[in-house]
């Protein structure tokens, strides 16, 4: 099996930054999984966020968070990190990470293998 754990979320003004840490673990979790994040405000549904491939080479951003958020991963470390920058209310949710067994990037959450239970961010005005 495999283990996500997130961490770094918190309350953080308009504007501010976060630095959202998810370290993998487990006997079959191999470093070249691509590797997510995703992301769920209330009443909506979870939405892609950010991607990267198991080499760190191609990674994939939402619209919304294209210029301002950086995926990357340390693959000595087994870690995947979202830098959050310019955070605006609407980026408010639980942010979920989330493996993937094949080494490519991808969108859809369906075709992820294992989650974490998610990190709480929330952004004031």
């Known amino acids: 099996q495999v283990q996500l754990v997130e961490s770094g979320g918190g309350l953080v003004q308009a504007g501010g930054s976060l630095r959202l840490s998810c370290v993998a673990s487990g006997r079959t979790f191999s470093s070249r999984y691509g590797m997510g994040w995703f992301r769920q405000a209330p009443g909506k549904e979870r939405e892609f966020v950010a991607t990267?491939?198991?080499?760190?080479?191609?990674?994939l951003y939402a619209d919304s968070v294209k210029g301002r958020f950086t995926i990357s991963r340390d693959n000595a470390k087994n870690a995947v990190y979202l830098q959050m920058n310019s955070l605006k209310l609407e980026d408010t949710a639980v942010y979920y990470c989330?493996?993937?067994?094949?080494?490519?990037?991808?969108?859809?959450?369906?075709?992820?293998?294992?989650w974490g239970q998610g990190t709480q961010v929330t952004v004031s005005s």
């Open positions: 990267i491939s198991g080499s760190g080479g191609s990674t």
């Open positions: 989330a493996a993937d067994r094949t080494s490519y990037p991808t969108i859809y959450y369906p075709d992820y293998d294992y």
